[in-house]
C-alpha cells in the first residue's frame, strides 16, 4: 500500500504487508504493521521496492503464494 500522508498513514499501514506513507521530504515504510525504516523522498521508490520483493519472496518460500502470482514467471 502507498499511503498519502503522516496522518492517516501509520494506522493504514497497521492492515498491509508493505506500507508507505510520506511528509515533507521524508517517508516512513511498515511491514507487517511494524515501522522498520525512515527514508528520503530520494530513496523511497528503491526502498519499497526492496521491501514489496522482500515480502513477495518470503511469501513464495513459505508457500503462501502461488507461483503464478509471480510476474517474472508469466513472462
Do not use: I, W
Amino acid at each position: 500500500a502507498v499511503m498519502g500522508c503522516v496522518v492517516n498513514g501509520p494506522g493504514e499501514a497497521a492492515e498491509a504487508d508493505v506500507a508507505l506513507f510520506g511528509g515533507k521530504g521524508v517517508g516512513m515504510l511498515y511491514v507487517g504493521g511494524e515501522r522498520v525504516r525512515k527514508t528520503t523522498e530520494e530513496e523511497m521508490v528503491d526502498a519499497l521496492v526492496e521491501l514489496v520483493e522482500k515480502k513477495a519472496a518470503e511469501l513464495k518460500a513459505s508457500g503462501q503464494v502461488p507461483s503464478s502470482y509471480s510476474r517474472h514467471e508469466r513472462q
